[in-house]
């Protein structure tokens, strides 16, 4: 990569083993597939005349989506990365202009649902959903900016996707039990700070 | 700490049996409390997750800002030839229309240097010593290169190429006295093509000290006349000569 900065580009497999990794080779990898088809973002101005910071919003939610997909191991290479990513990408860039056309991009970015909600009974999800809808998230999110540097890292890459075994290593645990114990006593912290507003 | 928050880690977890599963559900739909912490439980995970997604987001776009220049630069690296091309024939065309074709020695002088002596060609072996030289030289390691010359001027004080390419590396160091130093004593050498008042005459127009000038004028005119090696461009850069 040239151009001191710039990476030589990597093979499909390169990228989805490196994500496949912990610590800076993920990071690495991550880096390296934003990279590899930043070109989409001309795409996306081109092809759907989206501004430029809308394309880049599109692309780089593609990217983290395709990340969460390979390290889930849902891209099934059935067509290549690129074709995959370019998919994902029109999607976002379609949705876009979907919520552009009818005035809610602006003030609502959806969250997406998580696949865990999927593990449960329709009708147990159901009352969960609900509860979900009816919590404040912003302040959930506001308390957790707010609930000490340590638990906030233990939490990112719990939702990152590693699992207790690698956070060992991260973050210098002594075993994974230990981190266990450790997360559950964040999030039990953070609900009490949270409680302690609603 | 509540019990629950591992309960409900290990069913998201997929650690529980299939019954426990069902049980877990169960739960759920009867008693409000533990949805709630179930609920909680999977906000946390999203807000993480969204936070995460901000971090990753400004990182790159951090890379997108370091990219955007080099993409500016591809394109200019793409369309570099024929802008450069459009560049020389304005300027020609304009230089021709308003100016005369005389150029200042110093400026004949330094574009020489960086064209034609930019690099020395090689053409032997790496045990040659000359040839190591060189080959320091071509890698901008001109003290390097001066000493190895000078250690063969030393064992062959004959060794004309070793003078030449001494004197060269010396006028590239700017110690202009001792290149000069080393091609008069190559103009007195006998040799069938000499380089010797040639690169003299370079020094000098390079070192454009007082009487300079005309010095390197009356070697060029030499050059020409004794038919030199590199009269042609002798002959060339006294045509552009400026008017004294």
Redesign the interface.
Known sequence: MVSGNISPRLTEQEIADGLMQSGTTRTRAEEQLFRQYDYFIKEGIRKYSLSEDESFDAYSDTILSAIQKIINQSFEGRSSLKTWIFQIFHNKCVDLLRKKSTNKYSVHHTQEITDLLHLLSDSARSVVQRMMDNSDRALLGQRLQEIGEQCRKLLLFWADGYPDKEIVVLMEYKTADVVKTSRLRCMEKLRQLYKSNT | ??EH??YI?S??N?ELSPEECRIF??R??QDPAF???????????????????V???E???E??Q??RP?QH?GLVRRFWPYVSAAAVTIALVFRFVFFSPSMSPIKLANEYIQSDLAIISTDMGMGDSIEIGKKLYNEGKFEDAQKQFERIILADSLESSAKEYAGIVSLRLEQYDKAIQYFVELENTRLKINPGKFYHALTLMKRNGPGDLQEAKKLLHAVEEENLKFKDIAKKWLNKWPEE
């Open positions: 700490m509540s928050l591992g880690d069913y998201f997929k559900e169960l759920i739909e949805a709630e912490e179930v609920a909680f439980y999977l906000n946390t995970l999203n807000e993480a997750k969204a936070q995460l997604a971090q990753k987001k990182r790159f776009r890379i997108y370091e990219i080099s630069r």
